[in-house]
């Protein structure tokens, strides 16, 4: 079933949550990020940060902090055994750290098609700003879904 372009705009359930020194020093770890600014406190506070400094992609985790994160993919009518993961971008306007608490605002940005609608492209923005209200971040992901039983 196609998935119904008036989702374009549709702003999703935010995420809040506050960033866990353990957890981004285990993240460093389990993806063999072997600087220690990334999992040792005094390293991190020796470089001028006030706390360890979150990896570059840990920030894209936090929308798994949700109470159901795939919902809205359902939503949609989506079946997720034919969900793929597209593409993922980060822009980054400023460092963040442990203890930052962080609103992450997810919207679908686009919906589109190839291959005569056997593939489509969801694609979501999420903003991510800190407690003060300054934006962080920009996440951009695009989700494949595969229709098998449509004929390319």
């Known amino acids: 079933m196609p998935i119904d372009h008036s989702a374009i705009g549709r702003v999703l359930d935010p995420v809040t949550t506050t960033l866990e020194r353990g957890r981004l020093a285990f ?3 389990a993806i063999g990020e072997t600087d220690p600014l990334y ?4 390293t991190a506070r020796a470089a001028g940060h006030p706390d360890l400094p979150v990896p570059p992609t840990f920030i894209f985790g936090a929308l798994l902090d949700a109470p159901d994160p795939f919902a809205w993919i359902a939503a949609l009518g ?3 055994r034919f969900v793929l993961h597209g593409t993922q971008k980060f822009s ?3 460092v963040l750290h442990a203890g930052d608490t962080v609103t992450l605002q997810p919207t679908i940005t686009d919906v589109y098609d190839k291959r005569g609608g056997a593939l489509e492209f969801v694609v979501t923005t999420t903003t991510v700003t800190t407690a003060a209200g300054e934006l962080a971040a920009t996440l951009d992901q695009t989700l494949v879904v595969r ?3 449509v004929a390319a």
């Open 147 to 149: 229709h098998p039983e």
């Open 39 to 42: 999992s040792d406190l005094a």
């Open 78 to 80: 989506v079946d997720m």
């Open 27 to 29: 993240f460093a770890q």
């Open 92 to 94: 980054y306007h400023s």
